[in-house]
Structure formats: C-alpha cells, structure tokens
C-alpha cells in the first residue's frame, strides 16, 4: 500500500514513527478547459488518485520534507522563520510556500514537523500535483496546529502560491477542485463570481480512463502564460465596444457578432475557444443531470477539437490519444485535460470494454509515438483529509 510505504519510509528516515498521516487527491477537469482565467465556468473533479504524507511534529522550527516521488532530492530542510522560495529545493517549493502563505495570513506555527510524501500522481502529468502537494500541505499544518481556517480560504491561499510564490499566472480551478472535493460529484464553478455547485456524475457502468501522454510539461516553460495575454488582448479589443468584464460575459452568437473587433486571426480563435468552451461547460451540467451521457460524450469530443483547431495546445501526443480513443468501441468521449502540452486525456468507457481499451490505444499511441502511454482508472473522490 503507498500508504503504507510512506510510513515505513519515515521510520527509515527519521528513526521514528510517524504519527498521523494524510492525503490530497489529483483532479481532472471533465470539461471547461482554459476558461478560469477568462471568467468562464469550469467542471473538475477531484480523483482518488493523489499523494499520502507520513507526519510527526519536532520540538524545534525546522522542517523536513521528502518526496518518494522524487528521491534523487533527498531530504528538504527548511526553517520556520526563513521561507523565502528556493530554486535549488524544486518541488518542496510548493509546501513552502503554502507555509509562508498560512503564516502570511496571521497565524502561528509553534513547532516544525517531519514529513514524508509518497503519491500515485504522475509529476508533470496535468492532474495538478502541485495543487495536490499545496492543499495537503494546508490540510496539514490547518490541523494539526487547530488554525480554523475555512477550506475556501486555504484555496485561494494555493492560488497565491502559485502566482506569487511559484511564479505561474494560473487561475483557481486545480486548487478548488481538489480542496472542495466531493466523492461522485463535479464542481461547477462561475470563476467570475467564484459560486459553485456539486453536481452528482453518474455514469452507470461506465469508468474515467486517465490516458498519460509521458510527455513531461511544466506550466512555467509552456505557452500557458502566452495563450493568457492573447486572450487578454482579445478582451481588450472586445472592450472597445462591449460592456464586459471577462470572455466569459459572452455567449456565441455576441461573440459571433462582435469577433470582427479582434481584427486578428490567431486571437479570434483563442478568444472563440473560451467563449465556446464556456458555453459547452454549462451545456455539459445539463446533459449529466438529465442523465444524457451520449449529449455529454458529444461536448467533451468537441472540447478537444477546439482545443487543437483554436487553441492550439494539444499536440501529437494528446491529439492520438484522443483520436484514437473515439475509434474505440464503448467509448462516449475523450479529450485532453489540464492546460495541455503533454500531460494527459480522459475517456469514458464502458466498463467491460476497458482492457480492450487500453490494449488499443496503448499500442497505437506506443507505435506513432515511439513510447508507450500510462492509463489509469480513476473514481471522483473527496477533497485533503486525515486517514484514520
């Protein structure tokens, strides 16, 4: 158990038990991609794939962290009082900075505390183990040192890290959907006015299949940050005769109405992909809550097309993927997820067709691709809790 492997990990470590122990989940994104930074509504969930951490409290202010997931590290000190990012630390700047940002906030950590993480997340797969890593993080020291602080403030405390601390100009959806997790349930989220609602995924005897491209992307050495300010300057141009705070005030026919404001082909089409895709997230909560899975399958195919044609952040390996996943029989729908560039697609399949699945995709994807792919079969899960 990967659970257990962490405690065993911490005994070896630090010559002691560890006394309590963690988990966060991973999210995917079922549909509503590259729409939270352009006001737009968003549908992720939180995954029962994530990452455990092994704890024990020290009587000083140090803290210790390592990884399983990335051994070559070795063990992370840090202390208390010196919380300043640290390139040379590489993923345990992540934690820090969740510390910082709790401390930031008003609040005492009155001792350090020894750590060992270990997790089924794949690093640099888009299922957010940073968000992972942050919200386990707050979990932690919000728990342990009896901080009251409400689970909607410690998302935006992961946000803060990532845009101040980290330095990626990311939006709140990974953060929020893995902090306000709920078993079974989506999270429709307005990020214009942050309002949200659960809502039920019931998808019968089908299963989510998380297909890995094993094409490692970081956000910061992406075009994430260039498809942002494209979108910003499509807004800017749309606010010249529009009365509109984000891409996400529109629906299709004004933007079909207004595009010719842009004046500029390649901004058309990213500022046609948020207002679309916008569009198919609200479209999407509809069609699962009238039980409509063939109407849902449909949205998220088109929610990848766009996101090649329009968007342009596919690429070969999401692109096979997903294309070959629509070949397969018992499929509804398959698209990439996360902010793309690698990482990884979902599909929904039926659950007797899943090992045929695999076996097919797998060996297109390794015979056009030249490496073979990672699948996984993930059920929605609840948010950061202690495991009993």
Known sequence: ???????????????????????????INLIGEHTDYNGGNVFPCAISLGIYAAYADRNDNIVRMYSMNVPDQGIVEFALDDLDYDKQISWANYPKGMIAEIINHGNQLSH???????????????????????????????DVFELGIDQQELVEYGKLVENNFIGVNSGIMDQFAIGMGKKDKAILLDTNTMKFEYVPVELGNRVIVIMNTKKHRELQDSKYNERRSECEEALK???????????????????????YLI???????????????NQRTLQAKSALINGDLKTFGHLVNASHISLHYDYDVTGKELDTLAETAWKQPGVIGARMTGAGFGGCAIAIVDKDKVDDFIKNVGDTYEQKIGHPGEFYIAEISDGPREIK
């Open 1 to 27: 158990m990967i659970n257990d492997d962490a405690k065993s990990k911490f005994q070896e470590l630090y010559g002691n038990d560890s006394t309590r122990l963690f988990f966060s989940p991973g999210r």
């Open 263 to 277: 004046n500029d082909d390649t901004l058309i089409r990213r500022a046609r992909h948020a207002v679309f895709e």
């Open 112 to 142: 350090g505390f020894d750590i060992v993480l270990n997790g089924n997340l794949p690093d640099g797969a888009g299922l957010s183990s940073s968000a992972a890593i942050e919200l386990l993080t707050a979990e932690i020291v919000n």
């Open 237 to 259: 141009r749309l606010q010249t005769a529009l009365d509109i705070k984000s891409l996400g005030d529109l629906d299709e026919s004004a933007f079909d109405q207004h595009s």
